[in-house]
């Protein structure tokens, strides 16, 4: 089911949750919401479901206008990060409770419930512990059986709103690559909420890159990661660094030292901008007569295969830091001097650009 959402605007008490959302989602699509806390992603996904009114916008199933059906009438399953799972009922009948709730006419008979059930823990991986309660299952079969539940009304949309949150790391991934399997072999649209950027790099077939109700980027793992289009997502995913610089006649210069020449066409023109790059985007410079930005070594660590160094870069009165990755085998002592050049890097203008 193609699910799109068109210029949705949500204000509590006036506040802006969300500004002018649009996004399309495409049938079968595994699709990561990812922002920081409090950017909007979970109030997205609640207007998806039906849960919560936009104040404007609307949002369609397929060809169909649904902004005004309700939760049931939409055909959504839904996971939560604290998987409320009833306590009191087997894993079978938890299964089942979607079906069992319907109105008598739409209530599929016993058997056929029975039936699904027994096709659904197949389907996750947890046959012969139906007659289990939640608390004789670990954290990851809970999920499981909650994304069961969810699935078992036969959603159009499946919507997951941080549902590994609450596990442990081990657990997460494993139950990271198990959604993803599952997803495929299902092939059902699926939206999910995370902010764990790890988690939406590798799940998603698209990451939709949230910040203060705004969406700020939608595209691939490779897209967001290797085109971030704004000081944001860049600096939100992945390590990086950055640099206050001016560019003057095509040339971008950091305190009036020459860092590269600025892309025609590109997103800065003259003037102010910020210059972000990766720490492993970088080569030192040994040759004294090649400009290069030149930094103090602050500190510096060793990783599994690299060494880490923070950098004190800029003059007297405008410090500024930067952590690069430098080579094993690099002199790396603390107060050293260093010449190193970013390699790969994407200049931002600064808004109100000078
Ligand atoms: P996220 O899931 O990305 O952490 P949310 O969608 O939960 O973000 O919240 C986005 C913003 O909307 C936050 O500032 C939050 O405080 C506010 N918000 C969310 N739900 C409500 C609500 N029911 N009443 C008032 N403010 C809310
Ligand atoms: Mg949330």
Known sequence: ???????????????????DVSLDIRSGELIALLGPSGSGKTTLLRLIAGLEQPTLGSIHFGAEDASHKTVQERHVGFVFQHYALFRHMTVADNIAFGLTVRPRAERPPKAEIRRRVGELLDMVQLSGLEKRYPNQLSGGQRQRVALARAMAIEPKVLLLDEPFGALDAKVRKELRRWLREFHDRTGHTTVFVTHDQEEALELADRVVVMSQGKIEQVGSSDDVYDRPNSPFVFSFIGDSASLPVRVEEGCIRFQGAPVGIAPRGGDAGEGAGTLFFRPQDVTLVTDAGTPALEGRIATSRRLAGTRIADIDIGRPGEPHHVEIEIPLDAQAANGATLRFRPTRWKLFADEAAS
């Open 1 to 19: 089911m193609d699910v799109s959402v068109k210029n949705i605007r949500k204000e509590f008490d006036r506040y802006p949750a969300l500004n």
